[in-house]
């Protein structure tokens, strides 16, 4: 891909991050993203917590899900009726615990195949300590209608 069409690609990543309403709900926003890399921030809502302001477990599986899928819609035009995507299997490692404080994920792509993507993914807070790392494989399929 291109520069311009990378770019142009990246600007509807944010978009669709904005769009969906689950994302929208747990307060997810597109940071950056290049080729292979994407970073996706989720603001900390006491409604994706659990007791002592802790974040669920859940909401940082989902971060995890959202940036690899990105990172690896780095590889094809996403919001596009040429190509389909779609998670084939997530795996979570709770690190610490995410107390009250906003977190980022970054996503970079391990593996590329045809159809196949391997990301992994890494979840900070500000300060830069890990507390979640995983691993997302993600399909991007040409469709006949591309």
Sequence with gaps: MDEEAMQKNLDRMAKVIDAIPFMKHLAMEFVEGGEGFASVRMRYQDENSTAGRALHGGAIASLIDTTGAMAAWTTAMIASPKYFGSTVGVNV???SGVIGEDVVAEGRILKRGKEIIYTDVRVTNEAGKLLAQ???VYRIV???RG
């Design 93 to 95: 490692n709770y690190l």
């Design 134 to 136: 995983g691993t997302v």
């Design 142 to 144: 040409e469709t006949e």
